[in-house]
Nanobody, 116 residues
Framework: QVQLVESGGGLVQAGGSLRLSCAASGNIFKINTMGWYRQATGKQRELVASITSGGVTNYAAPVKGRLTISRDNAENTIYLQMNSLNPENKDVYYC??????????WGRGNQVAVSS
């Protein structure tokens, strides 16, 4: 069994920063790709950024340069540093982990709100 614990969301003023984290625990041998997704009410979940086990990153075009994804393999943790936030960044953010030999796991979601 694998458990994910997300933290770091909240309310921030426009131009501010947040750092999301997602820590995995349980019987984990290795985590392949890790990613962050966002979802607005009534809309499909969409990729924000992902990072492979080798550290190769991929970003959605709208967030390039303002968001940074990183991972700590020793701690089975993924991070999303979010800078220069604006109201368009408001959504629920979910972490996703592809755990070797176990499949996909999702976090419960982390609300990000940005006041103008």
């Amino acid at each position: 069994q694998v458990q994910l614990v997300e933290s770091g969301g909240g309310l921030v003023q426009a131009g501010g920063s947040l750092r999301l984290s997602c820590a995995a625990s349980g019987n984990i041998f290795k985590i392949n790709t890790m990613g962050w997704y966002r979802q607005a009410t009534g809309k499909q979940r969409e990729l924000v950024a992902s990072i492979t086990s080798g550290g190769v990153t991929n970003y959605a075009a709208p967030v390039k340069g303002r968001l940074t994804i990183s991972r700590d393999n020793a701690e089975n943790t993924i991070y999303l540093q979010m800078n220069s936030l604006n109201p368009e960044n408001k959504d629920v953010y979910y972490c996703n982990l592809d755990v070797f030999n176990k499949g996909d796991y999702w976090g419960r979601g982390n609300q990000v709100a940005v006041s103008s």
